[in-house]
């Protein structure tokens, strides 16, 4: 049943990520043209993050901060983030940003619904049991944890922002996640995809 699950969830994955990229072309093109226009540099940005069986691969995402932002502050952005572009305030409320890694499900490096891929470093933390689990799937563009986070970066501020996400937050996407691991199916991915829309629109 496992091995037929992970037949049909990569065969979803392709279906609907080259749909999504199709569909959404003219969207994706406006997005850029909203990004290069709002502020100089350029329209994507490439973050390393971890996946499958430990071997990292680099995210896409629309552009959503100053050119430099990782240089200029912490690797996750916090409550009112002054790098954060006017553009970039709209896509990640809405999660646009997040499109560009449909070309990551289509290479294979990502799902549409799995653990959300995290920042090495931060995987370092990981307990053996998480991290065997966890990275044992592709890491997706939703999941469980990422519906209940939507807001999380309102959660992080102050000058103990790490500490509050490692302590608080991490622990409690880890738990989501691992029991998503433990009892994934397609049809629970279905609905996970509802409620991701549901909360992104509703």
Do not use: C, H
Request: aromatic share 8%; proline share 6%; glycine share 8%.
């Amino acid at each position: 049943m496992r091995a037929r699950y992970r037949i049909l969830k990569r065969a979803f994955d392709i279906a609907a990520s080259a749909a999504g990229l199709a569909l959404l072309s003219p969207l994706l093109v406006a997005i850029a043209v909203a990004v290069r226009l709002d502020s100089p540099g350029p329209v994507l940005y490439r973050g390393r993050r971890m996946g499958r069986y430990g071997r990292e691969f680099y995210i896409w995402k629309f552009r959503t901060m100053v050119t430099g932002a990782d240089r200029a502050g912490p690797g996750i952005t916090v409550a009112d983030d002054s790098r954060v572009t006017r553009v970039g305030r709209l896509l990640r409320r809405t999660k646009l940003d997040e499109l560009p890694q449909l070309v990551n499900v289509l290479r294979g490096e990502m799902s549409i619904v799995g653990p959300r891929p995290e920042d090495p470093r931060y995987v370092a933390l990981y307990t053996p049991e998480q991290r065997a689990q966890i990275l044992s799937i592709r890491p997706g563009l939703t999941s469980p944890a990422s519906v209940r986070f939507r807001d999380e970066e309102a959660a992080l501020s102050g000058a103990d922002w790490e500490t509050a996400y490692v302590q608080q937050i991490m622990p409690a996407k880890l738990a989501l996640d691992l029991e998503y691991v433990q009892n994934a199916s397609l049809l629970r991915d279905v609905g996970l995809i509802v409620r991701t829309v549901a909360a992104l629109w509703g």
